[in-house]
């Protein structure tokens, strides 16, 4: 290993130094223009995992104007005609372990339209017949919504408020048909 060779300071003699003061006469500081440096924009990062043509054909399913759902009361219930009418009872008791869920905090409501289609599609692939979707309480735009978009979709079979464990009033559980 070799040593560092250190070089030893030394000082600057009188005449360097009158030099120095010579040359930087007449010298005056530059004014800031305080303009900002340019960022670059940055690139908006691309979702990979789906087409646009896929993400149609998953929103197809979904109106804003549809509105056949209303809620009596803060809890949500609703089973698709023909299904078994204690599905809901199951789901406040417990009975159904959501297999994924889904935060939609945050999100505008065609975000959420988006990341809810997206969610059914995936359950649909996985073969899941249960999730949860965390709407939130906020303003109640979103609570609103989605159940009117859930009762759009031939895959989700009931809905229910979810219980305490899973989010209460700021969250529903879902069953799902699974396809064979």
Not at 40 to 48: S, Y
Request: net charge positive; glycine share 6%; aromatic share 8%.
């Amino acid at each position: 290993m070799q040593k560092k060779v250190s070089v030893a300071s030394t000082s600057i003699s009188a005449e360097d130094s009158q030099l120095f003061r010579q040359s930087i006469t007449g010298a005056r500081p530059i004014a800031q223009d305080k303009i900002p440096p340019v960022v670059a924009p940055r690139k908006k990062k691309r979702r990979t995992d789906v087409s646009s043509k896929q993400l149609d054909e998953n929103l197809f399913w979904f109106s804003d104007e549809f509105e056949g759902y209303v809620a009596d009361s803060s809890t949500l219930s609703w089973v698709q005609q023909g299904d078994d009418p204690h599905l809901p009872g199951r789901l406040r008791r417990g009975e159904f372990q959501p297999q994924v869920v889904l935060d939609l905090h945050g999100l505008t409501a065609q975000q959420a339209k988006t990341e809810l289609a997206g969610l059914l599609a995936y359950c649909d692939k996985q073969q899941f017949n249960c999730a949860c979707v965390v709407h939130g309480k906020g303003l109640g735009i979103l609570a609103k919504k989605v159940p009117n978009w859930l009762i759009q979709h031939p895959n989700v079979r009931a809905f229910h408020t979810a219980p305490k464990s899973w989010g209460k009033h700021g969250a529903l559980l879902l069953v799902l048909k699974i396809a064979n």
